[in-house]
Every structure is written in structure tokens, then in C-alpha cells.
């Protein structure tokens, strides 16, 4: 047998994305137990208690539970914004980059994208000096979205503060795009004591906050949309057009409320793997780590040698993205040992010659 194919047994340490979790046992008997109905209707008790939960945290009136952060974002900008209307967004943020330009092409919503910082602000001056004027010749700039946490990184509630309070004096509305929601609120202590008090402080200066559930909080499926009554009335209408109005959801629901039970504080963990990579990675020659913030390690590999240690991590069954810069996401389907055999296997690809694996250094390593 050949020891440089990884065995079908071997446990895999998933590092791709926060949304490869599997539901845990006692999530999935919440899900088998959830009392269902037929959501379109209205009436899935454990859909509507997940609303009435998520909406409580935010702090917000309402809250309506979305198949995915995508629908979940557009709603809110279609809630927002009317046909020709724009909304002002990062340039390498979410709703813009990576929704497949769903604000334009479904909403008819016109995206004002900005450059951002290397944490993912965009500069108050740049925000001002893109709100267009009552003029007939521009769209009307109508909302501001920012993305928290964005590429892992939190950010400061002095910059929340200030970016949406430019945004409600120039009359925007402000939608957040909190897929890492909680991670930022964990991650931000100031806000609160408790993960759900700093949680509704981040809420509180935005008008609408989109949350996910599948990604660090680890439920198979969903988002949640929370703002005010008539928001999440009129995102009701768009949901269902956008396809997302479901039935006996109730199951998945309760996957999510199980989440918001017993995920939220343990982000905490997932934020000390990602230091303890981090900290592994830096001491290897090769390698810089460009930022470790949350649960989102980024790493340059110089010489192109990006796609051969991927490569090389995969056949040890450690999964990552990336080219030049590679991505590890800790989530909790990781712990310590998976962190630190793919820091063994990232320091065995260094140590051989050319990088490639040679049959002894492939024998001797562990197959975790
Ligand atoms: C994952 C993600 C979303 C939503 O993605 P879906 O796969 O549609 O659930 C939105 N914004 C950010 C920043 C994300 O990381």
C-alpha cells in the first residue's frame, strides 16, 4: 500500500471554510424533536421562535429566517433600496464580489463599491464624497453596507459608530452583512459581557443585520434577516419571489436556535486554534502570515509555492484554499490536534528539498 495516498479512514482536518461543519449529535436531535407547521403560512412554531430569538439578540422588531446570507443580503437590499437607487459597499465585500451581482441583476440596485483598508473599512471621507446629490443625474445613494467580521478581521465599534452615524445624517439607511456576526461579537469585547450582549451592541447601530447560521455557529443551513417590522414585511414579499419561502423549515430552524444555545460562547475556540496556526505558521521559513484575526488565518507562501504545499497538505488530508496567499478557517470540526498535524505536514513540505514529498518523509509522518 501507498502511504502517500491518504487513507479513507484518516480524519481530515477541514480548514476551507467555517461552513464544512457537520451537525452535532445533540443539534441534530433538536432538529428530529422541532414541532413543524408550514412557514409559508406562518405557522412553524420553531421557525417563528428562531425569529422571535434572533430578533431579541439583534435587538431588532423582527427577524425572518433565509435558506442562505446571499437571499438574506439581497432581501434587505431590495427591502432598502427601490429600482435605481444605490447602495455603497466595499470593494472586495461580499454582497458585491461574491453574490453574483445580485443587487443589479435582481434588484436593479446600482452598487457604489469603495476601495477598502487592509481590515476592510472603507475611509468616512470616501463614504461622504460618494453620497451623490438630488440631482436627476445620479442614482440615489440610499443605503451604506458594511460587511463585520470582513476576511476575519473585527471591526472597531469607534469605526461602526462613526460610519453609520455619517450614514443616518446624510439620511442612508445601514445594513450589516454579519455572516461572522458572532465571531465579531466574541472577538470584541468592549461590546458587552456576554457574546449575545455584545452581540445586540454591534446590532444596534444598523438598521438591518444579517446573520449566519451555517458558517462558525455550525448549522447545516440558513440566515436569519432582523431589522424593523415593516423591513422584514416588505423582505417577506422578496423572499418568497427569490424562491426562499420555505415549509416545514422548522427542522432547520431548530438546528439554528440549538446553535445560538450552545455555539455562540465557543467561538472563543475556534479564535484560540486560529492564533495557536497562526503562531505555529509564523516560525516557518517560506511562510509569512498576513493576518489571524478571529477564525481566518491568511498566509503568502513565497516562490509560488502556494498550490505545491496545498497540494502536499491535501495528501495528508489538511484542506485549505488559496493560490499565492492560502486561507485556513478553524470552526468546530477542528481541534488542537488537527491544528498542529497541519503545522507538522506545513513544516515537513519546508523541510524537504524541493518541496515534493519523498516517499520516506511520506512514510514517517502520521496519517492524522
Ligand atoms: C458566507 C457569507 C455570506 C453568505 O453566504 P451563503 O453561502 O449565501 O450563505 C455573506 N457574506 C459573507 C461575508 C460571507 O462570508
Same mark, same amino acid.
Not at 447602495?87 to 458585491?96: F, K, M, P, R
Not at 436593479?108 to 463614504?127: F, H, K, Y
Not at 453620497?131 to 463585520?148: G, Q, V
Not at 477542528?334 to 505536514?345: K, M, P, R, S
Given at each position: ?13 477541514d480548514?476551507r471554510?467555517d461552513?464544512?461543519?457537520?451537525p452535532?449529535?445533540?443539534?441534530r ?7 413543524l ?30 435558506p442562505?446570507g ?18 455603497i ?5 461580499h ?20 476601495t ?11 463614504i ?17 453596507c ?9 471591526m472597531?465599534?469607534?469605526?461602526l ?8 445624517e ?22 458587552g ?6 452581540a ?5 447601530y ?48 431548530a ?14 475556540q475556534?479564535? !484560540? +486554534?486560529?492564533?495557536? %496556526? $497562526? ?6 521559513? *517560506? #511562510? ?5 484575526? /478571529? ?12 498550490? !505545491? +504545499?496545498?497540494?502536499? %497538505? $491535501? ?6 484554499? *488559496? #493560490?499565492?496567499g492560502?486561507?485556513?478557517? /478553524? ?12 503545522l !507538522? ?24
Amino acid at each position: 500500500m501507498n502511504d502517500m495516498t491518504p487513507k479513507s479512514s484518516a480524519p481530515v482536518v477541514d480548514l476551507r471554510s467555517d461552513t464544512v461543519t457537520q451537525p452535532t449529535p445533540a443539534m441534530r436531535a433538536a432538529m428530529l424533536a422541532a414541532p413543524l407547521g408550514d412557514d409559508v403560512f406562518g405557522d412553524d412554531p420553531s421557525v417563528n421562535a428562531l425569529q422571535a430569538r434572533i430578533a431579541d439578540i439583534t435587538g431588532k422588531e423582527a427577524a425572518l429566517f433565509m435558506p442562505t446570507g446571499t437571499q438574506s443580503n439581497l432581501c434587505a437590499l431590495m427591502s432598502h433600496c427601490q429600482r435605481g437607487d444605490e447602495y455603497i459597499v466595499g470593494q472586495l465585500a461580499h454582497t458585491y464580489r461574491y453574490e453574483a451581482g445580485g443587487a443589479a441583476v435582481l434588484g436593479s440596485i446600482q452598487p457604489q463599491p469603495l476601495t477598502q483598508g487592509a481590515s476592510g473599512e472603507m475611509q468616512l471621507a470616501d463614504i461622504a464624497a460618494a453620497i451623490k446629490p438630488d440631482d436627476i443625474h445620479f442614482a440615489r445613494t440610499r443605503l451604506l453596507c458594511l460587511e463585520n467580521t470582513w476576511n476575519g478581521h473585527p471591526m472597531t465599534l469607534a469605526y461602526l459608530a462613526q460610519a453609520t452615524a455619517l450614514a443616518r445624517e446624510r439620511g442612508l439607511a445601514t445594513h450589516l452583512d454579519g455572516a461572522r456576526f458572532f465571531n465579531a461579537a466574541v472577538a470584541t469585547p468592549e461590546a458587552g459581557a456576554s457574546a449575545h450582549a455584545a452581540a445586540r451592541h454591534i446590532a444596534s447601530y444598523f438598521d438591518s443585520v444579517s446573520v449566519c447560521f451555517s458558517k462558525g455557529l455550525g448549522a447545516p443551513v440558513g440566515s436569519a434577516l432582523c431589522g424593523s417590522r415593516d423591513l422584514i414585511s416588505r423582505a417577506l414579499r422578496w423572499r418568497k419571489m427569490l424562491g426562499g419561502g420555505m415549509r416545514q423549515s422548522g427542522m432547520l430552524a431548530a438546528a439554528a436556535s440549538h446553535a445560538l444555545d450552545h455555539h455562540v460562547e465557543r467561538l472563543a475556540q475556534d479564535h !484560540a +486554534l486560529a492564533q495557536r %496556526l $497562526a503562531a505555529g505558521l509564523a516560525g516557518i521559513d *517560506g #511562510l509569512s502570515v498576513r493576518s489571524a484575526q /478571529t477564525n481566518i488565518v491568511f498566509v503568502d507562501v513565497a516562490d509560488g509555492r502556494g498550490p !505545491a +504545499l496545498l497540494a502536499h %497538505l $491535501a495528501l495528508h488530508g489538511v484542506l485549505a484554499t *488559496g #493560490l499565492i496567499g492560502l486561507r485556513f478557517v /478553524t470552526h468546530l470540526n477542528v481541534d488542537e490536534a488537527g491544528i498542529d498535524h497541519a503545522l !507538522a505536514c506545513t513544516h515537513e513540505f519546508f523541510e524537504t528539498q524541493a518541496g515534493a514529498v519523498s516517499p520516506a518523509t511520506a512514510a514517517g509522518s502520521a496519517v492524522y
